[in-house]
């Protein structure tokens, strides 16, 4: 069974970048599309970026486009979240999920999650 794993958040200010991992282990990671979501205190969970199998085609939604980047190594094992221009809103918990349809940015599309990694952007 697919396990996932994010790591790389952390505390940045508005403005900085950070990349986020999201390693797989357990079965082939390029059996999946992977998807990124967020989720800030009091919100529902946000998908903002994914990608399909084999990382040639990517889906952003409207609040990360220009600013956030997804890709994927099938051979590491390996998805990233390459984050810039960060602003305050950007503040949650940030989790990858393996999915089943391409492209999709809901959640209910995805059964295996990550248990999720923080990120903090203030000044």
């Known amino acids: 069974q697919l396990q996932l794993v994010e790591f790389g958040g952390g505390l940045v200010q508005p403005g900085g970048s950070l990349r986020l991992s999201c390693a797989a282990t357990?079965?082939?990671?390029?059996?999946?599309?992977i998807g990124w979501f967020r989720q800030a205190p009091g919100k529902d969970r946000e998908g903002i970026l994914c990608?399909?199998?084999?990382?040639?085609?990517?889906l952003n939604a409207d609040s990360v486009k220009g600013r956030f980047t997804i890709s994927r190594d099938n051979a590491g094992h390996t998805v990233f979240l390459r984050m810039t221009s960060l602003k305050l809103e950007d503040t949650g918990v940030y989790f990858c999920?393996?999915?089943?349809?391409?492209?999709?940015?809901?959640?209910?599309?995805?059964?295996?999650w990550g248990q999720g990694t923080q990120v903090t952007v203030s000044s």
């Open positions: 999920a393996a999915g089943s349809l391409f492209p999709s940015l809901l959640p209910d599309d995805y059964s295996e």
């Open positions: 357990g079965s082939a990671l390029d059996d999946h599309p």
């Open positions: 990608i399909n199998n084999s990382g040639d085609r990517t």
